[in-house]
């Protein structure tokens, strides 16, 4: 069993940067692909990146591609989100989320879900 801790979240203004973490708890960590999703008020949880358990491939929603980058650090149970050059329409709560499935993109496949983070993003 995994258990995630979101942090990093709060005010961040268009044009600025912010980076999320994800602590996981257990041993197994390493062996899970890794995903960030997020969701805004009034809206579905939708995908935002991933990250297979080597670290060797990532992907991403065609919407923050270019502009935000997942990573992880198995040494240290974590999983990051750096945003960059964030926009209005990116603020929602953020979840990271682990997966022993490689559909990626598709919310079904994560078994274990943090609490969540907020973000939001000024303009």
């Known amino acids: 069993q995994v258990q995630l801790v979101e942090s990093g979240g709060g005010l961040v203004q268009v044009g600025g940067s912010l980076r999320l973490s994800c602590a996981a708890s257990?041993?197994?960590?390493?062996?899970?692909?890794m995903a960030w999703f997020r969701q805004a008020p009034g809206k579905e949880r939708e995908f935002v990146a991933a990250?297979?358990?080597?670290?060797?491939?990532?992907y991403y929603e065609d919407s923050v591609k270019g502009r935000f980058t997942i990573s992880r650090d198995n040494a240290k149970n974590t999983l990051y989100l750096e945003m960059n050059t964030p926009k209005p329409e990116d603020t929602a709560v953020y979840y990271c989320?682990?997966?022993?499935?490689?559909?990626?993109?598709?919310?079904?496949?994560?078994?274990?879900w943090g609490q969540g983070t907020q973000v939001t993003v000024s303009s």
């Open positions: 989320a682990a997966s022993p499935r490689s559909e990626l993109r598709v919310r079904a496949s994560y078994d274990y």
């Open positions: 990250i297979i358990w080597i670290g060797s491939s990532t």
């Open positions: 257990g041993r197994t960590f390493k062996y899970y692909n």
